[in-house]
């Protein structure tokens, strides 16, 4: 019998979002909060879909997270600099709130930064960096996560699975998109592991004792590593510097201090930056562009997010496919 049903983006919109508002995040929260999770599942990012809707509602029972906060945005119209304070909200909606600012600074000034501040952050972030590159501009975010990473060389957890996302605009078709923990793989891979009762491969974490393990929950309980060793811990240290030091908000470990072990959503900041791609006058950036990922195909390599906007197609004509045991629970969360 086959286990999936499908349904339109809405739909499962409609069934998530009513599903945070029965858990008692406001209308605009649950809705914002909604599109992110729908979007994961939407291209198969499984690891930040439909499977966090229980750690958000955790979060909000476990009074981390201000379930009707309203974003603060401050800037100065002849500056490129934004603030939005999520005041403890989920970050969705404060991205929601300050992004169209970001790209209208960066297309005026050239390059503009918005940080993120006091945010509840569990989602992905190659929805933002894609829609600012819809918006016409190119753009990097980045934010500390909760410490669950041991830096190259060390045991201990110190470093966030910091993830660095990156959009460039393409005319005319998809953006250029990557997006990725700079630990081997994010937190969210290691708990679909130890769900779904499967190994992870070598070299994803160390036990509590600093030994190379393959036990989810042993790698839960020790530390992961970083990606591609000491320069993996290069980039996740400098996204703490950038996306907590700089914009004034709290490191993996100071968040971790918050969570005093709940294993609750982190609550840090986040920082984009947006560049206009003709900020330093070049001629032809999309033609310029095009001559260089065609080559990428040329050869047979695939491109990041080559995978995920196959997906989505596939969701966009058949539906998302969620498994029946998903949708009945959705449909009760929804209903109470
Ligand atoms: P993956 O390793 O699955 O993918 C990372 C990127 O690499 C994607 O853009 C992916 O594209 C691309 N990619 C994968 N394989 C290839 C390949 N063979 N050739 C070219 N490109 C490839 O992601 P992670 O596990 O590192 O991270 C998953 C998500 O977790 C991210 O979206 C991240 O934002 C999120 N995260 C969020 C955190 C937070 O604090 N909020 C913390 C850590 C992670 P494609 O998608 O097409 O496969
Ligand atoms: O998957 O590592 C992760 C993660 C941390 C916070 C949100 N996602």
Same mark, same amino acid.
């Given at each position: 019998?086959?286990d999936?049903?499908?349904?339109s &983006?809405?739909?499962?919109?409609?069934?998530v979002?009513? +599903? $945070?508002?029965?858990?008692?995040l406001?209308?605009?929260h649950?809705?914002? =909060?909604?599109?992110?999770? =729908?979007?994961?599942?939407?291209?198969?990012?499984?690891?930040?879909?439909l499977?966090?809707?229980?750690?958000? $509602?955790?979060?909000?029972?476990?009074g981390?997270?201000?379930?009707?906060? =309203?974003? *603060?945005?401050?800037?100065?119209?002849?500056?490129?600099?934004?603030?939005?304070?999520?005041?403890?909200?989920f970050?969705?909606?404060?991205?929601?709130?300050?992004?169209?600012?970001?790209?209208?600074?960066?297309?005026?000034?050239g390059?503009?930064?918005?940080?993120?501040?006091?945010?509840?952050?569990?989602?992905a972030?190659?929805p933002?960096?894609?829609?600012?590159? *819809?918006?016409?501009v190119?753009a990097?975010?980045?934010?500390p996560s909760n +410490?669950?990473?041991?830096p190259?060389?060390?045991?201990r957890?110190?470093?966030?699975?910091?993830?660095?996302?990156f959009?460039?605009?393409?005319t005319?078709? !998809?953006?250029? =998109? &990557?997006? &990725?923990?700079?630990?081997?793989?994010?937190?969210?891979?290691?708990?679909?592991?130890? !769900?779904?009762?499967?190994? %992870?491969?070598?070299?994803?974490?160390?036990?509590? *004792?600093?030994?190379?393990?393959?036990?989810?929950?042993?790698?839960?309980?020790?530390?992961? %590593?970083?990606?591609?060793?000491?320069?993996?811990?290069?980039?996740?240290?400098?996204?703490?510097? !950038?996306?907590?030091? %700089?914009?004034?908000?709290? !490191?993996s470990?100071?968040?971790?201090?918050l969570?005093?072990?709940?294993?609750?959503?982190?609550?840090?900041?986040?920082?984009?930056?947006?560049?206009?791609?003709?900020? &330093?006058?070049?001629?032809?950036?999309?033609?310029?562009?095009?001559?260089?990922?065609? *080559?990428?195909?040329?050869?047979? +390599?695939?491109?990041?997010?080559?995978r995920?906007?196959?997906?989505?197609?596939?969701?966009?004509?058949?539906?998302?496919?969620?498994?029946?045991?998903n949708l009945?629970?959705?449909q009760?969360?929804?209903?109470?």
């Amino acid at each position: 019998m086959n286990d999936q049903v499908y349904l339109s &983006f809405d739909a499962l919109h409609h069934l998530v979002s009513a +599903a $945070l508002s029965g858990g008692g995040l406001s209308a605009r929260h649950a809705d914002a =909060v909604a599109r992110v999770i =729908v979007k994961a599942e939407r291209d198969q990012c499984r690891s930040h879909g439909l499977y966090r809707i229980a750690g958000v $509602l955790k979060t909000l029972q476990g009074g981390v997270a201000e379930a009707e906060a =309203v974003p *603060e945005i401050s800037h100065s119209d002849d500056k490129p600099i934004i603030k939005v304070n999520a005041r403890g909200g989920f970050s969705p909606l404060a991205f929601e709130c300050g992004a169209p600012l970001l790209a209208e600074k960066a297309g005026r000034f050239g390059i503009a930064a918005m940080a993120i501040n006091d945010c509840v952050h569990f989602s992905a972030l190659w929805p933002e960096v894609e829609q600012l590159a *819809e918006a016409g501009v190119a753009a990097l975010a980045m934010c500390p996560s909760n +410490a669950y990473v041991a830096p190259a060389g060390g045991i201990r957890k110190l470093l966030g699975t910091n993830p660095l996302a990156f959009a460039w605009p393409c005319t005319g078709g !998809l953006p250029y =998109v &990557f997006d &990725f923990a700079t630990s081997v793989a994010a937190r969210g891979e290691v708990e679909l592991h130890r !769900l779904d009762n499967t190994p %992870l491969p070598q070299g994803w974490a160390i036990d509590a *004792e600093g030994r190379p393990t393959t036990d989810p929950a042993a790698a839960l309980d020790g530390a992961l %590593l970083t990606f591609g060793a000491h320069k993996g811990s290069a980039v996740a240290t400098m996204i703490e510097l !950038l996306a907590g030091v %700089l914009i004034g908000d709290l !490191l993996s470990i100071e968040s971790s201090a918050l969570d005093n072990g709940r294993l609750l959503a982190p609550r840090h900041g986040e920082l984009l930056i947006a560049f206009a791609p003709d900020a &330093f006058g070049a001629a032809s950036p999309a033609a310029h562009t095009q001559k260089l990922l065609a *080559e990428f195909t040329a050869q047979g +390599a695939r491109l990041p997010s080559q995978r995920r906007y196959a997906a989505r197609a596939q969701s966009l004509s058949r539906g998302i496919g969620i498994s029946r045991e998903n949708l009945a629970k959705l449909q009760q969360m929804s209903s109470g």
